[in-house]
C-alpha cells in the first residue's frame, strides 16, 4: 500500500536515482551504463535478487547496440517527454511492476482469493461512435461513475497494491477533466485510456505532458478502409492526426487493435506495423473478436486458419529475423506466458460504468457493484471464487477463456455463482452467448492442440492458481 514514511523514502529515493539516470539516458554516449544502473534499481527493489550469471547477461544484452529491444528502447526515450518518461518509470516501472507485485503476492496469501495488478474500468459508457459488431453500447449511454466512484476503485486497489488502471467505455475521454482530476490525485498511479482519437486535441497533450501518468491506446484496424468501415467514415484520418499530435508531444502510446475476419490481413501486414512506428507508437494491444452483446456479428470471428496466421505473424514481429521497432501483445494467443486466462481478478479485472465488476471486459456477468461493496468484497464474490478456483481452464493456454474456447466452463460459473448479466439495454443470458461460441470453440480445438504439440513450454515460475492441476 503506498502509505507510510517508508515508502516515502522508498519512492524519493527512487525518484531521486531515476533522474540521475535520465540524465545520462538524453546522453548516447552513457546510455548503455544508464541501462544498466536502471536494471541494478530494478533488481535492488526485485521480488528476489538475479544471481550473478542472470545480472551478466542483463548487462550484455542492455549494452548490445545492436539489439532489437534496447534499439526500441532507445527511441522511446529519445522521443518520450522528459516528465512522462520519469513518471513511467516511477509508477509502471517502481510502484506497479517492483513494489506492487510484492504487496499483491503478500495479499494473496492473506486473503486467499485473486488479487489483480490492474483494474480495467468504465468512466462512461456514452461514445461519439457507433462500431459495427461493437458490445459496448449495450450498456446504455446513461450509465457513468461518479468521481468519488471512480476514486475509490484507485484508493482501494492501492491499498491491495494494483496502482496500474485502465480505462474504456464507451469513449473514455468523454470524461475527460474527471479523469485528469483522477491523474492529479493519485501521482503514484499509472493510467492508461482506450480512446477512438477523436477527442485528442493540444489542450489533451499539455495535460498529459504536465501530470506524465496516462498513456493513449489509440484504436485502429488496418487500411483506411478496413478501419473506416467498421468505424465509420473519417476514423481512420481522425487516429493519424492523433497520433502526429502525440507523437509531436512525445507523449508515449500504444494502440488498440481488433482483429477480424475481415480485417486480420490489413492489421498485420508489415507495411502497416512500420506505418505505426513511424507515428510514433511503440507498442500494440491485439484483440480476437469475440461474440457478444446482441449486436454481435459472429461472422467477423477469425476462422482457424485466420487465428493461426495471426499468430505466426505475431511472433514474428517479436522475432529476432523482423526489424520492425514496435511491440505486439496478442491478448488471446499469449496465454503461455501468462498462464492461460488473466481475468476474474488473477491479473485483472473489470468495473463497468453501472459499477458493477464483472470478471473480463468481454464477460458481461457480475453478483457485486462498487456503489455497495468494496474492491476485496468483489474478489472474494461467488464469481470472482468461482473464476479462482476453475483457472486455468485449459492446460492448453491457446484455449484459455472460459467463453470462447471453453463455453461450458463459463456455463457452471454463471449457475455455480447465480451472477445476473449485465447488458442492461439489451439483455443476453449465459446460454445466449455460449450458444454462440460453441461452433468456434469446435473449430479452433483440433488446430489448437496441434500448434500446442509441437513445441515444449515453460511454466511460468510463478502462477497464481488456487491449487495446482
Known amino acids: 500500500m503506498s502509505t507510510g514514511i517508508g515508502w516515502n523514502l522508498e519512492r524519493q529515493s527512487v525518484a531521486f536515482a531515476v533522474d540521475r539516470i535520465m540524465h545520462h539516458l538524453r546522453n548516447k554516449e552513457n546510455k548503455r551504463d544508464a541501462y544498466v544502473k536502471l536494471a541494478g534499481i530494478a533488481d535492488t527493489f526485485s521480488l528476489a535478487e538475479l544471481s550473478g550469471d542472470t545480472m551478466q547477461r542483463v548487462k550484455e544484452v542492455l549494452q548490445d547496440e545492436d539489439n532489437r529491444w534496447v534499439r526500441l528502447a532507445d527511441k522511446m526515450i529519445d522521443e518520450t517527454d522528459p516528465n512522462v518518461l520519469k513518471m513511467t518509470l516511477l509508477n509502471l516501472g517502481y510502484e506497479s511492476m517492483l513494489n506492487g507485485t510484492k504487496t499483491i503476492r503478500k495479499n494473496r496469501e492473506i486473503y486467499h482469493c485473486n488479487i489483480p495488478w490492474l483494474i480495467l474500468f468504465d468512466p462512461t459508457q456514452a461514445c461519439n461512435m457507433h462500431c459495427t459488431g461493437c458490445w459496448s453500447g449495450t450498456y446504455g449511454h446513461k450509465s457513468a461513475l461518479t468521481f468519488e466512484e471512480m476514486d475509490k476503485i484507485v484508493m482501494q486497489g492501492k491499498a491491495l497494491g494494483a496502482h496500474l488502471y485502465m480505462m474504456t467505455g464507451g469513449e473514455p475521454l468523454v470524461r475527460k477533466n474527471d479523469i485528469l482530476k483522477l491523474m492529479e490525485k493519485h501521482q503514484d498511479c499509472q493510467f492508461a485510456a482506450y480512446t477512438n482519437s477523436t477527442l485528442v486535441d493540444q489542450d489533451l497533450c499539455d495535460r498529459m505532458k504536465q501530470l506524465g501518468n496516462l498513456i493513449l491506446l489509440l484504436s485502429i484496424e488496418g487500411t483506411p478502409e478496413t478501419n473506416d468501415s ?67 456479428v459472429p461472422e467477423l470471428m477469425p476462422t482457424p486458419e485466420q487465428r ?23 491478448f488471446q494467443n499469449d496465454g503461455e506466458y501468462v498462464g492461460g486466462c488473466i481475468a476474474g481478478g488473477r491479473n485483472y479485472f473489470h468495473i463497468n460504468a453501472n459499477g458493477d465488476a464483472e470478471p473480463c471486459v468481454f464477460i458481461h456477468f457480475s453478483d457485486t457493484n462498487i456503489r455497495e461493496n468494496s474492491i476485496l468484497e468483489m474478489l472474494q464474490s461467488p464469481l470472482f471464487m468461482a473464476y479462482h478456483e476453475g483457472q486455468p481452464f485449459n492446460q492448453n493456454h491457446l484455449r484459455p477463456c472460459p467463453m470462447l474456447e471453453n463455453p461450458e466452463k463459463l456455463r457452471e460459473i454463471v449457475a455455480k455463482s447465480g ?31 496441434e500448434l500446442w504439440e509441437k513445441k515444449p513450454h515453460k511454466k511460468p515460475a510463478y502462477t497464481n492458481y488456487a491449487a495446482v492441476k
Open 230 to 296: 467498421r468505424r465509420g467514415d473519417g476514423h481512420d484520418e481522425a487516429v493519424m492526426k492523433a497520433m502526429d499530435l502525440l507523437h509531436k508531444n512525445g507523449l508515449i502510446f500504444g494502440t488498440s487493435i481488433c482483429y477480424t475476419s475481415q480485417n486480420i490481413e490489413a492489421v498485420t501486414s508489415e507495411a502497416f506495423l512500420r506505418m505505426l512506428s513511424d507515428k510514433g507508437a511503440h507498442f500494440g494491444f491485439y484483440f480476437h473478436y469475440m461474440p457478444v452483446g446482441k449486436n454481435a
Open 419 to 449: 451472477a445476473h448479466q449485465t447488458n442492461f439495454e439489451a439483455p443476453e443470458e449465459v446460454d445466449e452467448l455460449c450458444d454462440k461460441c460453441e461452433p468456434y470453440a469446435e473449430s479452433w480445438e483440433p488446430e489448437a492442440e
Open 308 to 330: 493461426r496466421e495471426i499468430i505466426r505473424k505475431i511472433r514474428w514481429v517479436r522475432s529476432r529475423e523482423c526489424d520492425i521497432p514496435f511491440f505486439p501483445m496478442d
